[in-house]
């Protein structure tokens, strides 16, 4: 028996957000195209700066700065989608391949990046960036292999919007010097996460049953 999951923070979040800020940015795009920026292209930049920025801040402690453009490559998210939709031959699946993939990759790079930062002073709390993004690959990982056996399974408490939102929170929080705010969200991350494991695991059981 199939089952409809709940729409998520982050999902209600995007959903909220979609209609206004696609109409900002649409002019923008539409500009993007006719200079022959693809959606794949800006996929790969924004990943990119990305990937560049938490290397070159988080194991630095500079958290807050890298926080800051981080947020700002993060928007590429909605300008790469939005392109896909404007243009001619308009969404693919080897860009929604690579999206997914890169996607993968930063999050394993920031969490990483704030391992190496916690590891070279000697934090107790290293291990929990390691166990938070092992947790978020199963996220992902369940949710595909469920989709290969042709069951549905969306939703959960932490999908990968609401584990960036938890992420960039501690470090940006971090960055400004609040106390604890690091242990806190690292731990409360690693939570959700291994929480959203097993609720999957329980759409994918449910409907299989």
């Not at 399974?153 to 609401?162: L, S, V």
């Not at 470090?171 to 409360?188: K, N, Q, R």
């Amino acid at each position: 028996m199939l089952t409809t999951p709940k729409p998520t923070m982050g999902t209600m979040l995007q959903e909220s957000l979609r209609a206004p800020v696609t109409k900002i940015i649409t002019p923008l795009c539409r500009g993007l195209l006719r200079i022959g920026i693809s959606a794949n292209m800006v996929t790969a930049i924004g990943a990119f700066a990305t990937i560049l920025t938490a290397l070159l801040t988080f194991p630095n402690g500079r958290f807050f700065l890298g926080t800051l453009l981080i947020v700002l490559f993060v928007l590429f998210d909605l300008l790469d989608g939005t392109l896909a939709r404007l243009s001619e031959k308009g969404s693919s699946s080897w860009g929604a391949l690579l999206d997914s993939t890169l996607d993968r990759l930063t999050d394993a790079i920031m969490l990483g990046a704030v391992f190496w930062y916690l590891s070279s002073t000697d934090d107790a709390l290293a291990p929990i960036p390691l166990l938070a993004a092992i947790f978020g690959f199963l996220v992902s990982y369940v949710k595909a292999r469920a989709q290969s056996l042709g069951i549905a399974c969306d939703g959960g408490f932490a999908e990968r919007t609401e584990r960036i939102i938890i992420l960039l929170l501690t470090t940006g929080f971090a960055g400004l010097g609040v106390p604890y705010v690091m242990t806190i969200g690292l731990w409360f991350l690693m939570a959700a996460s291994a929480f959203t494991v097993l609720q999957r695991l329980a759409i994918v059981y449910k409907s299989a049953e």
